[in-house]
Nanobody, 115 residues
Framework: VQLVESGGGLVQPGGSLRLSCAAS????????MSWYRQPPGKGRELVAR????????YYVDSVKGRFTISRDNAKNTVYLQTNSLKPEDTAVYYC?????????WGKGTLVTVSS
């Protein structure tokens, strides 16, 4: 299993970024996918989750209405569109797949929201 995140960077408050996670090594279309984040000096938290076919999504309250998770099963890729970014969204964002009760993680992509 390999998960590779991209799309992070430095953005001003109110800006947007689109994060991508390219997956390989498993049947991507059969599994729910998630995005987590870990702010500096804090623990990792679940940000958003999407079911295998993309029909159901979940968001942590702090990002509802600002972030959108989606997936393209033909491209084995999950996305996180982040809008109206705030300084408190600064974190390393990780892609996650839970396969047979084992969590797989990418190396993460850093999002820094600062003026």
């Amino acid at each position: 299993v390999q998960l590779v995140e991209s799309g992070g960077g430095l953005v001003q408050p109110g800006g947007s970024l689109r994060l991508s996670c390219a997956a390989s090594g498993f049947t991507f279309s059969s599994y729910a996918m998630s995005w987590y984040r870990q702010p500096p000096g804090k623990g990792r938290e679940l940000v958003a989750r999407i079911t295998s076919a993309g029909g159901t999504t979940y968001y942590v309250d702090s990002v509802k209405g600002r972030f959108t998770i989606s997936r393209d099963n033909a491209k084995n890729t999950v996305y996180l569109q982040t809008n109206s970014l705030k300084p408190e969204d600064t974190a390393v964002y990780y892609c996650n797949a839970l396969l047979y009760q084992i969590n797989y993680w990418g190396k993460g992509t850093l999002v820094t929201v600062s003026s």
